[in-house]
């Protein structure tokens, strides 16, 4: 089924466009495992504060046993212990390929904090909200969406996306076990709610590899739920992470096609040989740990080695960590945007999730 703008028939211009300002191969093995895990909050570029979350939607994994985690009751490919899986045949060249395009998306690897996870009961009210020209069929949800009372968006301190960033809405739903993603939210009134693309999750639901459906993007545009890959100060004060981590990069270091298990891809410019959307990197073994600056970083980074990180979207932050606005824990004093500086792009390897698929923008679900 091919991919149309809710209400806007016209828009052949943004036919195929993922969430975030782009568009939105099998991979071998089995590389679904377990669920994920991460609370609530994250506020900007260090404790608080945060400099964007990316523009648009990535994934895969390796044999493991599932971990736990508070979104999914099934296994997930995020929680997949990858440690002992062999590095990819062309992992080199595609490592080699993103360093001569610039590495990371600022040139050194940092954090942003300004994604939150809000949290829902039975009892919190629903709402309607109007479709903009950001959400696309069949790709996207159109449900009443629980929005919690003094909640907020990423970036912003209410549910109004003022700043014109990426505007996620995040809401967990632990009665109904629903996770509700969406991008580009905005809520002015009581009466005005317009939203972007919604993805709605199912906890209890067991996901193929081809998670909500193929070639379908999300709020994030590689098609994968965002709130499960976010590590949170809970999290790093426990002295563990134990899932996979969301990274970003510039499209014009990624190239076009997706691999397993992203479900989706956008329009990217990056050359032949550099990395396909939903790319997994796994931190090298022998990286010194000891040496990173605080031992909030040296959680990240060995969660890093553990499960690595999916690419999940464009933009130029590359780690997303949740904002601590509603956690227990919080950043301050416990990592810092720019601890993980010191990690650059060939100190990773690549885990192969099968040959590209090409992005053909025909969503079926």
């Not at 009134?189 to 972007?196: D, I, K, N």
Request: glycine share 14%.
């Amino acid at each position: 089924m091919t991919r149309t703008v809710l209400a806007l028939a016209v828009a052949t211009a943004i036919l195929g466009t993922a969430c975030g300002a782009d568009e939105p191969g099998d991979m071998d093995g089995n590389f679904f495992g377990g669920p994920g895990t991460g609370p609530d909050a994250g506020t900007g570029e260090g404790s608080g504060s945060g400099e964007g979350s990316g523009e648009g939607g990535g994934g895969g994994g390796g044999p493991t046993t599932p971990g736990a985690g508070p979104y999914f009751a099934q296994p997930m490919f995020f929680n997949r212990d990858v440690s002992a899986v062999v590095k990819a045949g062309n992992s080199t060249s595609i490592i080699n390929a993103l360093k001569a395009a610039g590495g990371w998306g600022t040139g050194v690897m940092k954090i942003d904090f300004t994604i939150d996870v809000l949290t829902a009961t039975a009892s919190t009210p629903k709402r309607t909200f109007t479709p903009t020209g950001d959400f696309y069929n069949p790709d996207c949800d159109h449900q009443p969406v629980p929005v919690p009372a003094g909640g907020n968006i990423e970036s912003e301190s209410g549910y109004a996306c003022t700043g014109g960033g990426d505007c996620h809405l995040i809401v967990y739903d632990a009665s109904s076990k629903k996770l509700y993603e969406m991008w580009k939210a905005n809520i002015t009134s009581a009466t005005s709610f317009q939203g972007g693309c919604m993805a709605v999750w199912d906890g209890a639901a067991a996901y193929s590899d081809t998670l909500r459906g193929n070639q379908c993007t999300s709020a994030d545009a590689a098609g994968f739920p965002i709130a499960p890959l976010l590590f949170t100060a809970d999290e790093v004060k426990a002295g563990h992470i134990d899932h996979a981590i969301r990274f970003i990069l510039p499209n014009n270091r990624v190239k076009r096609g997706f691999v397993r298990p992203a479900t989706h891809g956008t329009a990217t410019t990056g050359g032949a040989n550099a990395p396909s959307y939903g790319v997994h990197f796994r931190l090298r073994a022998d990286y010194p740990i000891a040496s990173l600056p605080t031992e909030g970083a040296r959680v990240v980074a060995r969660a890093m080695q553990k499960y690595g990180m999916y690419h999940a979207d464009g933009g130029n932050i590359a780690l997303t960590a949740q904002s601590d606005r509603h956690t227990t824990a919080k950043w301050a004093g416990l990592l810092g945007p720019s601890d993980l500086t010191a990690l650059k792009v060939e100190d990773f390897e690549v885990i192969d999730h099968g040959t590209p698929i090409a992005v053909t923008n025909d969503c079926t679900r």
